[in-house]
Every structure is written in C-alpha cells, then in structure tokens.
T-cell receptor
C-alpha cells in the first residue's frame, strides 16, 4: 500500500535562512508525488509535483523539491525563507491506479521567524 | 472559473441531525473526492468518484453517503451526526490522469454538539 510520512510536526527557521520540510514515501511502482500548502483557514494549494525526469522540481512561490529514489524521499526546500511562508505543508502520493485519490502525510507546520 | 466551491463554510449540528455538505466544480473534472482534516492526522479520504454515477469508499466512509448525479456536483451527506464527525471537510476535483494535481475547495468547518 502507498504511504507517506512527514517526520517533523513543526519546523522553525529564521527569515532569510534556507528551509527543508521532509517527506518520505512508500509506493509500489513509480511514485507520483505532490506538495501542498495550507494557510490558516484556507483550502490546500498545489505547490509542485514529481512525475518523472529531473530529480529537482521547481514550483510556486520559490519552492523546490528534491526527489531521491534510493532514499525514497521528496523533501521540500527553499533557499531563503519568508515570514509569509509560515503555513501547514502536506506531502502526498498518488494512490495506485487512475482514480484521482491522494494519500497525504500528517502535515508539517512551518514557522518562519523574523 | 470559480474552481471548487463548497457550502456552507461553517455549520453547527446537534447529535443525530442530518445535513448535506455541498461541493461543485466548473472545470469539467472527472474525479472528485471528499476529505476530512483533523489535527495531527493530515487529510483522510472519505469517499471519491471517478465520474458521474460512480462512487466508492475511501479510508473513513462510515457515517457518510455520497452521490454523483452530474459531473459538476458531489454532495456529502451526514446521516446522523456524531461528535466524532466534528472536523474540517474539503472537497477536491482532479482531471483524469495520474499526473494531475487535485484542486481543493475552501472547506467546511463542522461542529457537532
């Protein structure tokens, strides 16, 4: 069965510093991986996805993610954090088959301090 | 496009009451899903649909019903509300194809007393 784990409940980083939000996955077959962000009292917004190709995927708001097949990881990164990046981040993997279902990690709260 | 819309935004129910959460999308997406979000548990799939007339259960379907009579609409019915159903509910739609991302509605915050 497909699964996703986000090992950190919260990540704290100072503004201007690089940030990493970790995600590991377990899938059978090729992984289809996604990152979403949720700002307070809002729905989820798509950030980026890995389907195939380059291991470094670029997305919205300056975020990028590194796919590592040997470590089964898909960590979200940003070179220089902004206070406005503070939010809840979810990693997700597409369920096997073509049903549109996503399996989500439990989420990581990112806190960027001025 | 309005995208994915959900109504109501907030709802308070008493135990045993029933209600329907509405979800609509205007992007002609084939796939639609309902999730609930609880602290520390991420999003859990309640029900999903791969097209009009076709629905199936997700991870936590008990206490909920769905139907998909049109491509646009995917209502979620709570049959007899329980305090354990207090949660934030999100509807999402997706074009067909495994590479497609999901588009989420703004959510409905439900409290069951």
């Amino acid at each position: 069965a497909q699964s996703v784990a986000q090992p950190e409940d919260q990540v704290n980083v100072a503004e201007g510093n690089p940030l990493t939000v970790k995600c590991t996955y377990s899938v059978s077959g090729n992984p289809y991986l996604f990152w979403y962000v949720q700002y307070p009292n809002r729905g989820l917004q798509f950030l980026l996805k890995y389907i195939t190709g380059d291991n470094l995927v670029k997305g919205s708001y300056g975020f990028e993610a590194e796919f590592n097949k040997s470590q089964t990881s898909f960590h979200l990164k940003k070179p220089s954090a902004l206070v406005s990046d503070s939010a809840l981040y979810f990693c997700a993997v597409r369920d096997g088959g073509d049903t549109g279902k996503l399996i989500f990690g439990q989420g990581t709260t990112l806190q960027v301090k001025p | 496009n309005a995208g994915v819309t959900q109504t109501p935004k907030f709802q308070v129910l008493k135990t045993g009451q029933s209600m329907t959460l509405q979800c609509a999308q205007d992007m002609n997406h084939e796939y639609m899903s309902w999730y609930r979000q609880d602290p520390g548990m991420g999003l859990r799939l309640i029900h999903y649909s791969v097209g009009a007339g076709i629905t199936d259960q997700g991870e936590v379907p008990n206490g909920y019903n769905v139907s998909r009579s049109t491509t646009e609409d995917f209502p979620l019915r709570l049959l007899s509300a329980a305090p354990s159903q207090t949660s934030v509910y999100f509807c999402a739609s997706t074009p067909s194809g495994r590479a497609s991302e999901q588009f989420f509605g703004p959510g409905t915050r439900l409290t069951v007393l």
